[in-house]
């Protein structure tokens, strides 16, 4: 084998050793394009959870809006469910109207006419439509029964009683005639008259009329 003259050697080798190459990932493009990408994705998860919670907001609207609705159907039923209480609270009214037309007002009377005075107080069983009595007399009028068209007269005064049949009525006021003279009764007065002679009138001190 023989070597180059004076020692040399050819320039086997290059002076500058050429640059390994560059990552296709390093490429300012792709770098971008990685970034665009994540930003685009953080803002498709960002649009996902904005929407899903407006989904639970208007999911929850309606079954508020519904329970609302259920009260007052509540409270229409209870109101419904307590008018036959009220009706049946009122059934008794017809009693105390009773208790009222059989109990008159004046003293010393009761259903039948005056209670120490039986020639002032109803026969039988009847029930007295009149009481009163005056500073003389003590009258009253009388029902036969349930029917009403069929009245009599009771008076008493100073020991001498009359009873007349039959005296007409025109709403509060009786008049029972015996032959001439006729007995006038009101809630005002007990008014005699007799043919020829003035009128005699005794104010009530008290009477009831039904």
């Not at 259920?70 to 105390?96: F, K, L, M, N, R």
């Not at 005064?157 to 007995?183: C, H, K, L, M």
Request: hydrophobic share 30%; aromatic share 8%; net charge negative.
């Amino acid at each position: 084998m023989t070597y180059p003259p004076n020692g040399q050697f050819p320039n086997q080798y290059p002076t500058n050793p050429p640059e390994p190459p560059r990552s296709q990932w390093s490429s300012p493009a792709v770098v971008a394009a990685v970034i665009a990408g994540v930003v685009v994705l953080a803002g498709g998860v960002i649009a996902a959870v904005y929407f899903a919670k407006s989904d639970n907001s208007d999911t929850a609207g309606p079954t508020s809006s519904s329970t609302d609705q259920q009260g007052p159907v509540s409270q229409s039923t209870v109101t419904v469910t307590g008018t036959p209480d009220v009706t049946t609270t009122y059934t008794p009214s017809p009693a105390t109207t009773t208790q009222t037309h059989d109990a008159p007002t004046v003293i010393g009377a009761d259903r039948q006419g005056f209670t120490s005075i039986s020639a002032a107080r109803c026969n039988a069983d009847d029930d007295a439509v009149f009481v009163g009595y005056t500073a003389r007399s003590h009258v009253v009028i009388c029902q036969v029964g349930s029917d009403t068209s069929r009245l009599y007269y009771k008076g008493y005064a100073e020991g001498d009683s009359i009873e007349v049949g039959y005296p007409s009525r025109s709403g509060d006021t009786f008049d029972a005639q015996n032959g001439s003279t006729v007995y006038r009764v009101s809630p005002s007065a007990l008014t005699i008259l007799v043919p020829g002679d003035s009128p005699t009138v005794e104010p009530m001190i008290s009477s009831w009329v039904n």
